[in-house]
T-cell receptor, first 111, second 113 residues
Framework: DAKTTQPTSMDCAEGRAANLPCNHS???????VYWYRQIHSQGPQYIIH???NNETNEMASLIITEDRKSSTLILPHATLRDTAVYYC????????????FGAGTTVTVRA | DAGVIQSPRHEVTEMGQEVTLRCKPI?????LFWYRQTMMRGLELLIY????????DSGMPEDRFSAKMPNASFSTLKIQPSEPRDSAVYFC???????????FGEGSRLTVL
């Protein structure tokens, strides 16, 4: 599986958009980008995933560059409850059903 | 709807004792995953099942660990004998048809003294 690189930590202001970057320069054509988050003392929670096109759901937007070597997760209006560790994961779409979590980015939303 | 249910939420035991962690996946989900989380190693996949059959157990640390899934609604992870280095939070997750959208339980925090 392609390796991902994320910043260790970042802060953002409550009510502002939070932009979380992820590099996956060795991604293959059939590998998807997944984002999860883990709020303290809870299990990880799925946020969104994509292959080539940008995606949006009720939680976030995922912007994937045209060369697919990096992506950005956007939390449009960060709240204090969005404070969590955010994981960017690359997963092969066809036969690999495993998700490998890295260290993630610790996001702290400040009032 | 009920999510993935794990028990116990907390377990404190002494070295050498047997530990059994339990998981009830979301009804209708056909994949079940066991993960372990520690500060040092992060989240590690231990084993996963498809339709109750173990598919990949390459993440199981050693023979002291075993996992079973006797039916679609129940799985166990057993450690025998337990050691202090097994102290961790153990998560169970399930998914439908192998999608990457995993639903995690709240975890079982194990402390081995």
């Amino acid at each position: 599986d392609a390796k991902t690189t994320q910043p260790t930590s970042m802060d953002c202001a409550e009510g502002r958009a939070a932009n979380l970057p992820c590099n996956h320069s060795t991604i293959s054509g059939n590998e998807y980008v997944y984002w999860y988050r883990q709020i303290h003392s809870q299990g990880p929670q799925y946020i969104i995933h994509g292959l080539k096109n940008n995606e949006t759901n009720e939680m976030a937007s995922l912007i994937i560059t045209e060369d697919r070597k990096s992506s950005t997760l956007i939390l449009p209006h960060a709240t204090l409850r969005d404070t969590a560790v955010y994981y960017c994961i690359v997963r092969v779409g066809d036969n690999d059903y495993k998700l490998s979590f890295g260290a993630g980015t610790t996001v702290t939303v400040r009032a | 709807d009920a999510g993935v249910i794990q028990s116990p939420r907390h377990e404190v035991t002494e070295m050498g004792q047997e530990v059994t962690l339990r998981c009830k996946p979301i009804s209708g989900h056909d994949y079940l995953f066991w993960y372990r989380q520690t500060m040092m190693r992060g989240l590690e996949l231990l084993i996963y099942f498809n339709n109750n059959v173990p598919i990949d157990d390459s993440g199981m640390p050693e023979d002291r660990f075993s996992a079973k899934m006797p039916n679609a609604s129940f799985s166990t992870l057993k450690i025998q004998p337990s050691e202090p280095r097994d102290s961790a939070v153990y998560f169970c997750a399930s998914s439908f048809q192998g999608t990457g959208e995993l639903f995690f339980g709240e975890g079982s925090r194990l402390t081995v003294l």
